[in-house]
Structures are given as structure tokens and as C-alpha cells.
């Protein structure tokens, strides 16, 4: 509807059709339509004379009765249609990035648009085009050459998915773009333009969900520019320059700073470099000081732009775009990018850039601890960090080293944009060409360089092109359930687990309990009560104080490396089960309305060790039900997206017994979803969040641990 009236604001040539039925004008059919008839009827008012003949008779209500029916064909009408077809409710997931070769589904839930049934229409796949364009410029045009023919014979959403034909080969690349984006119309009245009670995905309703859907190329492959590296210097010492030879055409470009860990060697990321360079971005690796300071990062940065004029002889001079700036940083280099970013948070500001140019900070397997007074929080600037299960060196033991090898405690602190990559099988130095392996973990699953750089660099271009250049579904690329979609490149074996928040600093999001306040287990951060018939539940502090690994059954906490510091103060809930149970929490009157908002999200682990967790290891999966006023309960089961709490890694070390750190994993699941097949749920207004274990398809026991949980806008 907000889309629809972009359209109208616009200038549309777009007919506001009129929509009879509808004689109360608010823009739905609803029984009080029914009444509003009866009352005209009744009052002899023509305006109940539906068929037109100057009289009122049975025939004027069999006609309004027709045009109810056939539904309110006032503007065209938005919503999600691009996705893939799951096994179970809601049986259709709307998403927004497809893998070049990948079919690409379209679907309309026939129950929530009982309009679309019996309906013949036209299935266009257009070039995206923005509200404006469609205001202005409505006609169709396939890129396939001509549409596809459809009708809408499904009874239910469940089978209701149209493969779209030659969707396998449609354009992903566009130039330095990792993606190309479409919008899918379905033309009801085949008239081969958007209008009237047609159906369109790619209106957008957020600025963030502009394209009905993205095409993404092999992105762990090379982009279309030429690497070109040089080994130079500024007055900050060594470097390595990596930039496109096509530069001068194609500048200015945003720029990337790598530093390295201990023990590691600057001229170790050509790999990374060269892929960067190719996709448009100009990269230094910088020679690391271990100073704890965030120096390196922080003064690199400045000499590269301040003294642009003349490293490697002024070949980038004029051609760097110093207001997107991304750092990279490995174990020790990990650190200074963190202590970098936090100093910036704080306002400190080198001569030539700041903050606010900061586009993403991300560390690989970061040495995790502060110094000089910091603490290695990277503050408001966005984040990730990329870590693999079988390092040997900044391992995830909590017994180890005062807290330098824990690093998911410097993303729990990260106030803006955050995203983890945790990778099963990846030791410490796959991530550079040359370091010594320190693989530590079962043999079986080391994945080794090749695949652990494929992961790594399909990450950073989707992130470097999300928060650099506004690819909006890259964000979908990088953060759906792994096991239901990966990026080209990568090995289906490979284990990845995935966090994502989005900004925590300018209140987005509607969180319900995220446990950072009301400590009660009976009370959510939000102040709504919490039912729990799950055993053993407890609200804890996420720090594996106990130095061991080993289930003992006196540390609830055993396993989470959230916290260390005393300042850190990451929390969240533990519980078993092995029974059916749930975990509720209220959503109070005034939170409920989240018809605002995109996804219900979430976190979830599981507790390594622990007896409930060896007894089936796989991914632990349960139902989500969201409830609302009038008791109407709408309930899926995570894995229907193939998502769930994975299982711990099979590790062995820091205590007796086998399985390492627990694996936070985020978990998004669309609002729309739970609309599916007439749920009747009434989204503006929810009344609680609930969590069941242990029924249906879920698994029948587990230890767990839950955080998070809010309601998120697409941004
Ligand atoms: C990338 O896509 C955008 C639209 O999404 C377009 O404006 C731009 O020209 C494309 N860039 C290239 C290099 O093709
Ligand atoms: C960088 O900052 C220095 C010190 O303020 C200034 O003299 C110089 O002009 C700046 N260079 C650029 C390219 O902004
Ligand atoms: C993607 O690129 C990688 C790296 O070149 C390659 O190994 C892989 O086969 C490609 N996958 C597809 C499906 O093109
Ligand atoms: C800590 O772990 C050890 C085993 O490594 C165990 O003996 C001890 O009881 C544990 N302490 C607590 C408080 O859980």
C-alpha cells in the first residue's frame, strides 16, 4: 500500500481504478462493505444501484456481491513473489538472492490473494526499476523476450510455486556489480503494462528492498578488472599496493587497509588484494607494529590519502575515494583494526578522514584483547569477523591466554551493522597464502586454504559491495541459512555459521529480550513476563568463566566466549530439553503492532558437552509461534529454511570430552511467513513470541542457548 501510493505521489500514469465494492473507502473489502450495502439498500440510495438500471432490486446485490468477490482492483499490488519452495509450512520463502544458474520461483499465497485465483496472467521478469521509473514508464518488458504464461490454479501456497522459465541463465554480473537486480510482475489483465490489481515485487517499500530480486555471480571468482600490484611505501613504512590497471578510467575507488598477525608477513594477501582490485576497490598491506594501539590501521589509512600524490610513484593520485574505507586485519592485525575502530568511535580523528568514512571493519581470527586503555570494542563502525572452528592459535579455548583468543566477544560489543562468519574446518593461517598450519580438530573436516579463501572472499565482496556501494540483497546473500544457500564457489560439505545484527545504535529494531536488563528469568528486557517449561533454564552472563570445555553441570554458562572483561556484559538464556516444552516471552500491548517490520530474529546455540547436545549431534531444530490477541497462533519450524542451532564443533582439548565453543547462530525468519495459508494472524497486533521444543518435526532433545530476539526492519 505505502508503495502504491509512491506511485500515486509520483504522477502515475497508473489509473486509480475505482473499486466499487469498497463503500466504506478503506481501501479493503471487508464485511463492513457488506453493510454499507444493506444500509444504501435500504435508504434506497442509488449508490447501491450496482447494475446500473436505475432501481434497486436483488440483481444490484448479486452485482456487488460479483465485484466483492472478484476483489478491489484499485492499484497494482506489492509484495514478495520471488523465492524458493520449502518442504514444510510456510512452504514458500521469499528471498532476494539467487545464485547465477539457480531457478528462481515465483509464488502467491492463494489464500492471502484470493484474487489471483483461477487467474491466466502474464509472468514478466523486468530490468529492476525504481518507484519513480514505474510511475513513470509502467510498460513490461521480459528480459527473457517474452513473458510466461500462467495460471493460477493452486488451492494453497503449498505447491503454488511457478518455476520461471530460463531463470537459469539470467545476467548476474553488470560490470563492477556482483549482481543484477529484476523486478517480477505478473500482468493480470494481460495488457503489458503494470497497473490495476496487477501483482508486482520490486516496489519498494524500503529503500533496502528495491529489486523484486538479485542474480548474484560466482563471487569467489574474480571480477572484470585487472590486478595490478606494486611494493612501495609512505611515511607510515612497507606496504603493498594492489589496484585495478584500468584505475584512471574507472576512479576513484574506495580503498581497503590489510594488516597482518604476529609471526605473518604483509606481502601474504595477494590473494585478497587481487580480488578486491578486480571488483574495484584499491588495497594496502601494511606492515603491522603489534603496538596495541590501533596505530597501523589508523595512520596507514591517513598516509595513503594524505600522501596519495606520491606512493608508488602517484598512480593513485586523484583516484581514491577516502569516504569508504574498509580495514581487514589478521590475529594481531586483527586487534589494531578493533583498537582502530574503537578509537574512531571514540572521535578521534586522524587529518584526512573519519568515523563517519569508515565503512566496514573485519577481522580474521583477531587476537580478541584491548590495551592502553582500550578494550578492543569496535564501537559504532559496522563489523564482522571471520574465524575458523580448528585454529590452533586464537582458538576459542577460554582457558587460554587472559582472553586474547575469544574473539565473539569483541562482535558482541560492536554496536553498528555486525555479521560473523564461523567457519567449521578453518585453522588459522588458511586465511593468508603462507603461515604455518596450526589445524587442531578431527582430520575429516579440514577444509584447507582453497576453500577457506572461496568462503572468505564471496564474504567480503558481498560485504564490501552491501555497505560500500548499496547492493541492498547482498545482505540476503550473506546472511540465509547456510545450508540453504551458499555462495558459488563453496563446498556443500563446508560448515559455516552465520551472525547478523543490524545497528543497535539507532533503535531500528524492536527488541523484545536481548537479557541486557531485568535479570529475572521471568521478566524480558522489554518488561513482558516469560513463561518457561524448559528445564534448567537460566539467565546468564555469556562468559565461560570455568577456564574448561567439560560439562560439569555447575556452570550454565559452560562453553559461551560472549564476555570476558568485567565491562563485557553480553547475556542471554540457557535451558534443556527433552520433552516437549517452550520458552514464551510476552510481547506487552504497546510492542505489539510489528506490522512495521520485516523478520522476527534471533540467536541460538547449543551448549557444547553436554549430555543433551552428544546425544544427537546435528543442528537442533524447534518451532517459533508468534500469538496474537484473539489467541490465533501462526507456528514455524526453523527447519523449514534448513536453519537451526548447529551442532558445536567436534573438537577435543580445554577440558575432557569432545565438541568445542558454542556456535551462535542468527536465525531470520519473515513475518509475512507466518501469514501463510490464512494463518489469520494479526500482525499489528502480537502478543507473544514462543519457543517449542521437542514437537512435530523439531528435535527431541537439546541444551540450548536463545538471544536477540527482536523484531528487524530490512535495511
Ligand atoms: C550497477 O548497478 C546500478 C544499478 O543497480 C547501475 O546504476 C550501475 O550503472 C551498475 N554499474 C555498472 C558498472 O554496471
Ligand atoms: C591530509 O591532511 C593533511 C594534514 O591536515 C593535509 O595537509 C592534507 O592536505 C590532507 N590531504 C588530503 C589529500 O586530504
Ligand atoms: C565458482 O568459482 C570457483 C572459483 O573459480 C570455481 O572453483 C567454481 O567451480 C565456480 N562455481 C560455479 C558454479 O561456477
Ligand atoms: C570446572 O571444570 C572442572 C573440570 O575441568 C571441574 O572439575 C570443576 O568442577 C568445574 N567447576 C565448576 C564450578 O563448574
Known amino acids: 500500500m505505502a508503495a502504491a501510493a509512491v506511485l500515486a505521489v509520483a504522477g502515475s500514469t497508473l489509473a486509480q481504478g475505482t473499486c466499487r465494492a469498497d463503500l466504506d473507502g478503506d481501501g479493503e473489502l471487508t464485511v463492513f462493505d457488506f453493510l454499507e450495502f444493506q444500509n444504501l439498500f435500504a435508504a434506497g440510495d442509488l449508490a447501491a444501484d450496482f447494475d446500473g438500471d436505475g432501481e434497486l432490486t436483488i440483481f444490484d446485490f448479486l452485482e456487488f456481491q460479483n465485484e466483492f468477490v472478484a476483489g478491489c482492483p484499485s492499484e497494482p499490488i506489492s509484495l514478495q513473489m520471488a523465492g524458493v519452495p520449502l518442504a514444510e509450512y510456510p512452504h514458500f520463502e521469499a528471498t532476494r538472492a539467487f545464485n547465477q544458474g539457480d531457478t528462481v520461483f515465483l509464488a502467491i499465497d492463494p489464500d492471502r490473494f484470493p484474487a489471483i485465483r483461477g487467474v491466466t496472467g502474464d509472468i514478466y521478469i523486468v530490468e529492476s526499476r525504481t518507484n519513480l521509473e514505474w510511475a513513470s514508464d509502467p510498460s513490461l518488458t521480459d528480459v527473457r523476450g517474452m513473458p510466461q504464461a500462467h495460471t493460477f490454479s493452486a488451492l494453497s501456497i503449498d505447491g503454488a510455486e511457478v518455476a520461471l522459465t530460463g531463470s537459469e541463465t539470467l545476467a548476474a554480473a553488470n560490470g563492477l556489480n556482483i549482481s543484477t537486480g529484476y523486478d517480477l510482475v505478473v500482468d493480470v489483465d494481460r495488457d503489458g503494462a503494470l497497473g490495476d490489481g496487477d501483482y508486482v515485487d520490486g516496489l519498494a517499500?524500503?529503500?533496502?528492498?528495491?529489486?523484486?530480486?538479485?542474480?548474484?555471480?560466482?563471487?569467489?571468482e574474480m571480477g572484470p578488472l585487472t590486478p595490478t600490484m606494486i611494493d612501495s611505501s609512505s611515511s607510515q613504512g612497507v606496504l603493498r599496493l594492489n589496484y585495478p590497471a584500468e584505475l584512471a578510467s574507472v576512479g576513484p575507488l574506495p580503498i581497503v587497509v590489510i594488516v597482518h598477525g604476529g609471526g605473518h608477513d604483509y606481502r601474504w594477501y595477494d590473494y585478497l588484494q587481487d580480488q578486491l582490485s578486480s571488483w574495484g576497490w584499491v588495497s594496502i598491506s601494511v606492515q603491522n607494529d603489534f603496538s596495541g594501539t590501533g596505530n597501523r590501521p589508523l595512520r596507514h589509512t591517513d598516509a595513503l590519502i594524505g600522501e596519495q600524490a606520491t606512493i608508488a610513484g602517484g598512480v593513485l593520485n586523484g583516484l581514491i575515494d577516502s569516504s569508504r574505507i574498509v580495514w581487514i586485519g589478521h590475529s594481531l592485525g586483527g586487534r589494531e583494526c578493533n583498537i582502530g575502530s574503537e578509537r574512531l568511535s571514540d572521535g578521534f580523528t586522524p587529518s584526512n578522514y573519519s568515523a563517519e568514512d569508515m565503512v566496514l571493519v573485519s577481522s580474521i581470527a583477531a587476537n580478541s584483547i584491548g590495551g592502553g586503555g582500550f578494550e578492543a570494542d569496535p564501537g559504532d563502525i559496522n563489523y564482522h569477523m571471520i574465524w575458523g572452528s580448528a585454529d590452533g592459535d586464537i582458538s576459542g579455548s577460554p582457558s587460554s591466554?587472559?582472553?586474547?583468543?575469544i574473539p565473539f566477544r569483541n562482535y558482541d560489543r560492536a554496536d553498528g551493522f555486525k555479521h560473523s562468519t564461523y567457519v567449521h574446518g578453518a585453522d588459522h593461517n588458511v586465511f593468508n597464502c603462507c603461515g604455518f598450519r596450526n589445524f587442531q580438530g578431527p582430520a575429516s573436516t579440514e577444509i584447507g586454504r582453497t576453500e577457506a579463501q572461496q568462503i572468505a572472499k564471496a564474504t567480503w565482496t558481498a560485504l564490501i559491495k552491501h555497505y560500500g556501494e548499496g547492493n541492498t540483497d547482498a545482505i540476503d546473500y550473506v546472511t540465509?541459512?547456510?545450508?540453504?544457500?551458499?555462495?558459488?564457489?563453496?563446498?556443500?560439505?563446508?560448515?559455516?555459521?552465520?551472525m547478523y545484527r543490524p545497528s543497535t545504535i539507532d533503535g531500528g529494531s524492536r527488541v523484545i529480550d536481548d537479557f541486557q536488563s531485568n535479570p529475572s528469568i521471568s521478566q524480558s528486557s522489554s518488561g513482558g513476563s516469560v513463561t518457561v517449561s524448559v528445564s534448567n533454564a537460566a539467565e546468564i552472563r555469556q562468559a565461560d568463566t570455568n577456564g574448561s570445555l567439560t560439562w560439569t553441570g555447575s556452570e550454565p554458562s559452560n562453553g559461551m566466549n560472549y564476555a570476558f572483561l568485567s565491562s563485557d556484559d553480553s547475556a542471554g538464556l540457557v535451558f534443556d530439553f527433552n520433552s516437549p516444552s517452550f520458552v514464551e516471552f510476552q510481547v506487552i500491548p504497546s510492542l505489539g503492532d510489528v506490522s512495521g517490520f520485516d523478520h522476527l530474529s534471533f540467536r541460538t546455540c547449543q551448549g557444547t558437552r553436554h549430555p543433551n547436545t552428544i546425544a544427537q549431534l546435528e543442528p537442533v531444530t524447534f518451532n517459533v509461534v508468534l500469538v496474537d490477541g484473539s489467541g490465533t497462533r501462526s507456528t514455524i519450524h526453523v527447519g523449514a529454511y534448513e536453519a537451526g542451532a548447529s551442532e558445536p564443533y567436534q573438537r577435543t582439548g580445554a577440558g575432557s570430552g569432545v565438541g568445542w565453543q558454542n556456535e551462535y547462530g542468527t536465525i531470520r525468519i519473515r513475518l509475512s511467513d507466518f501469514l501463510s495459508q490464512g494463518s489469520g494472524l494479526d500482525l499489528t497486533d502480537i502478543t507473544a513470541i514462543r519457543f517449542e521444543f521437542a514437537q512435530d518435526d523439531g528435535s527431541t532433545i537439546g541444551r540450548l542457548g536463545l538471544d536477540e530476539i527482536e523484531f528487524t526492519l530490512e535495511r
Open 205 to 220: 517499500v524500503h529503500p533496502a528492498d528495491a529489486n523484486g530480486f538479485s542474480v548474484f555471480t560466482n563471487i569467489s
Open 401 to 405: 591466554f587472559g582472553g586474547q583468543t
Open 480 to 498: 540465509r541459512a547456510w545450508d540453504g544457500f551458499k555462495p558459488l564457489g563453496v563446498m556443500d560439505g563446508t560448515t559455516l555459521v552465520h
